[in-house]
């Protein structure tokens, strides 16, 4: 079945530096790809939309310059948290829908869990 | 990863109805949650209900939680066409959401005006 690769699955960090997370589809070619941020006993925040070529959507709230999204290709997406601060600790996890995403289940990815110090 | 069921896969009714989906999952959790993803958009949290609640209503959404029988319940009330969607259910497992939610297959819901 349609895999989705999530690196890291965790990170530890320290504030001011950036990190960059990337989610890969496997064995399909992911149009589109989905951010979710998601703190403890909560529930998955959409952050942003990000379509193959062109500039992601960020959802009401979500700061784009500090989360730069890029997706390069139909098989490659990366969030990257920049000058990331103790409050951006959180788990991060990407979805991805294919070409035929009407028929397709959600496809996502383990998750990273970002600690910042 | 996907786990748990929901049911029907699929499920056309006609605007002004009520529309019912079901949820079962496997293991302990500390709560549900439901989701709903419009075409070719990312998921939409709707309610999360907590493993000592039984029963949470927002608007036209109600949903059950029977913890004994390891299965909820999402009742959409006087349908209109806008909830036209997937809706998915997710659990967080008992231990902390460390390993993140573990979603369902969901239901394809249409509504018919």
């Known amino acids: 079945g349609a895999v989705v690769s999530q690196h890291p699955s965790w990170v530890i960090c320290k504030s001011g530096t950036s990190v960059k997370i990337e989610c890969r589809s496997l064995d399909f070619q992911a149009t589109t790809m989905f951010w979710y941020r998601q703190f403890p006993k909560q529930s998955l925040m959409l952050m942003a939309t990000s379509n193959e070529g062109s500039k992601a959507t960020y959802e009401q709230g979500v700061e784009k310059d500090k989360f730069l999204i890029n997706h390069a290709s139909l098989t490659l997406s990366t969030l990257t948290v920049t000058s990331a601060h103790p409050e951006d600790s959180s788990f991060y996890i990407c979805s991805a829908v294919s070409l035929d995403w009407y028929n397709s289940p959600l496809h996502f990815g383990n998750g990273t869990r970002l600690t910042v110090t | ?113």
Request: aromatic content about 6%; overall charge neutral.
């Open chain 2, 1 to 113: 990863s996907q786990q748990g069921e929901e049911d029907p896969q699929a499920l056309s009714i006609q605007e002004g109805e009520n529309a019912t989906m079901n949820c079962s999952y496997k293991t302990s959790i500390n709560n549900l949650q439901w989701y709903r993803q419009n075409s070719g958009r990312g998921l939409v949290h709707l309610i999360l209900i907590r493993s000592n609640e039984r029963e949470k209503h927002s608007g036209r959404l109600r949903v059950t939680l029977d913890t004994s029988k390891k299965s909820s319940s999402l009742l959409i009330t006087a349908s209109r066409a806008a909830d036209t969607a997937s809706y998915f259910c997710a659990t967080e497992p008992t231990g902390g959401g460390a390993d993140g939610l573990t979603f369902g297959k969901g239901t394809h819901l249409i509504i018919q005006p």
